[in-house]
């Protein structure tokens, strides 16, 4: 009796500790579930931000959403504040979602959600607004410019938050800008500043200025200026032949760059007009000679002109017979371009070339070695002559020398009466002598 009274005293007891024990959990698992959890939100202004408050267990306590003005917004499903913006997404025991459109600025702060138990146990999420900049507007840009002139561009976006970045490209090419930052209440105001000695390079050329920003993930602000620069013309003469020959068909182009574009051009032969408009047309910036002769050895200028100056570039023409061709002509197995300085090449008309170079030139050498040959032909057949006529007066007075020394030998019997009979005759030679008084 005593041992059955003992079972059932433990038995009593065992099953009292396992009610402590499960009360105990229970307990435990309602204090931990009835927390409420939230998470930060990042919204891009404009947008629509969602807050979503949970808990784990809740023995039908309410949930409640309130701003950074502890304005309550919902209390569980019921709306408290009046703004249209504010919708119920989902509102149960475990969870309460709301959901703000058109987000702006004044909306960013910590958002509470709690929950009702006794005591009340609260969680905070932070609403961040990004601030979307402005389209960038390119400020400083002076149309036209002119070759040579210190421009600088700057490129303004306003509304960033936060601050935004400004990157300048050439074309395509990123170059390096000056950046400024300025608070404006809660947004930025940024500017980047571009120095540049525009020269004729640049006309034409794309400066763009673009915004990166967090908030941009799909759209790009950017702002583009073409810059326009005048500047005076450059000219440069191409020409069709190597070698000119007679008869042969010869155009030259006259190349010019400038801004604005420097038309009519002029063509000028020798500093005058052109001789024969039969045969030599112009059409715009060409010269072409239908059929070359000697006739059109000469120089040719080209001259182009817009309001920022003059230029001119010069070509010298020299027209070969067909059959008579400088030694450099001979073609080579590899071709080599000619030398357009050389013999017949296009110049600038620069006064200290032009003043040394005679448009003729060619033709008046070939005239000078003529000159200088027969010149040189007469010197040599003056200076025979003269030799010829030397030689035989030396010779005509040697033969009378000999004549006188022989003299009186001519009858002697022997050698030695010649010559005692030749000395007489110097004896006799050396008395007539003559005196004048």
């Known amino acids: 009796m005593n041992l059955k009274n003992h079972l059932i005293f433990t038995l009593y007891t065992i099953y009292g500790i396992l009610l402590k024990v499960m009360a105990s959990k229970g307990k435990v698992r309602g204090i931990s579930g009835q927390y ?22 809740n023995d039908n306590t309410s949930l409640q959403w309130s701003n950074p003005a502890q304005q309550t917004l919902f209390f569980g499903d019921k709306k408290a504040l009046r703004d249209n913006r504010i919708e119920l997404v989902r509102a149960s025991w475990s969870e309460l979602t709301i959901s703000i459109s058109d987000v702006s600025l004044s909306d960013e702060g910590m958002y509470t959600c709690s929950l009702f138990t006794m005591p009340v146990r609260t969680a905070k999420a932070y609403l961040t607004v990004l601030g979307v900049p402005e389209k960038p507007e390119i400020d400083g840009l002076t149309k036209p410019a002119l070759e040579g002139d210190q421009i600088t561009l700057t490129c303004i976006t306003q509304g960033s938050k936060p601050a935004a970045d400004l990157r300048w490209f050439r074309n395509e090419k990123e170059v390096k800008g000056a950046k400024e930052v300025n608070a404006s209440g809660k947004t930025f105001t940024v500017r980047s500043s571009l120095n540049l ?192 006529v030397l030689g035989r007066y030396l010779a005509r007075h040697k033969g009378t020398y000999l004549t006188n020394e022989a003299k009186g030998a001519d009858d002697a ?23 004048f008084i």
């Open 197 to 388: 000695r525009v020269d004729r390079n640049d006309d034409g050329v794309a400066y763009t200025c673009r915004v990166d920003h967090v908030a941009l993930t799909q759209t790009t602000q950017q702002a583009t200026e073409v810059l326009e620069v005048h500047y005076p013309p450059r000219v440069e003469i191409i020409h069709s032949l190597a070698i000119p020959q007679e008869g042969q068909y010869l155009k030259l182009e006259c190349v010019s760059k400038g801004n604005p574009s420097p038309d009519p051009v002029m063509w000028t032969k020798d500093g005058g007009e052109l001789p024969d408009l039969d045969r030599m047309i112009v059409e715009g910036r060409e010269l072409t000679f239908t059929s070359l002769n000697k006739t059109d050895n000469g120089t040719y200028r080209c001259e182009a002109t817009n309001h920022l100056g003059t230029s001119q570039a010069e070509y010298v023409l020299y027209v070969y017979a067909p059959t008579t061709l400088p030694p450099s002509t001979t073609p080579p197995l590899h071709p080599i371009p000619p030398d357009p300085t050389a013999l017949l090449g296009t110049h600038a008309s620069d006064p200290t070339v032009t003043g040394n170079r005679d448009p003729n030139a060619l033709g008046q050498h070939g005239t000078d070695h003529a000159l200088i040959g027969g010149v040189v032909a007469v010197v040599v057949f003056v200076t025979l002559c003269l030799i010829i």
């Open 413 to 435: 019997p022997d050698a030695d009466t010649a010559i005692i009979n030749a000395e007489g005759n110097h004896a006799h030679a050396e008395e007539k002598k003559e005196y």
């Open 36 to 57: 409420p959890l939230v998470q930060n939100v990042t919204v891009t202004e404009g947008g629509t931000a969602n807050l979503t408050c949970r808990v784990e267990y």
